[in-house]
């Protein structure tokens, strides 16, 4: 979040010594991740006083609190939006052949935070092409995937690419000496 606020005497008087005060700010949010703007905010408010000092700030409290409050309500609205925005990706498996790791593989993706859709869209021999609906990003998801450990096998992430992740299914090594 980002701003600028400023007060001003008004030519309103009453009196020799009320004074009115003109206070604004201005603000402005971004998501820090990816520099997109959430939403800004200019507010005004209006004070009388006798002291200067105390009038400005009271002009600058009121339209402090104004813009706040207004950019609040546009960053929850862009969070709660930003929570129903999924990118769909894809997911190229390698090592397929071996159904119940595959299935194993499935089962555990479908449990990743932010994964909210899991669907095969085809299943060859040893290959698989997976669609996934996620909230974040491919390289998010490859993290996410790294951090899960699995029993009979393991996976190897080889290819990392804005829409599309490329991986390997490797049996473990008690597979192997087999």
Known sequence: ??????????????GTDMKSFKGLTE?????????????SASRTA??????????GRDA?????????EEIARQ????????????????????????????VMFRRMLSTI????????????SDKATISVDFIGTTQELAAALMLKAFESFGINIYDVSDNQLKIELIGSQSQLDQ
């Open 113 to 124: 935070e932010g994964v909210k859709f899991v669907q095969v869209k085809a299943l060859k």
């Open 1 to 14: 979040i980002t701003g600028s606020s400023i007060a001003n005497n008004l030519s309103n008087t009453m």
């Open 27 to 39: 603000v402005r949010a971004f998501f820090v991740k990816t520099g997109k703007p959430i939403g």
């Open 60 to 68: 600058l409290s009121g339209a402090g609190t104004l813009a706040g």
């Open 46 to 55: 209006v004070t009388a006083n006798v002291n200067e000092i105390a009038g």
């Open 75 to 102: 960053i929850v609205s862009a969070w709660l939006k930003k929570d129903d925005e999924t990118e769909k990706f894809e997911i190229l498996l390698k090592g397929a052949g071996n159904l119940a790791n595959f």
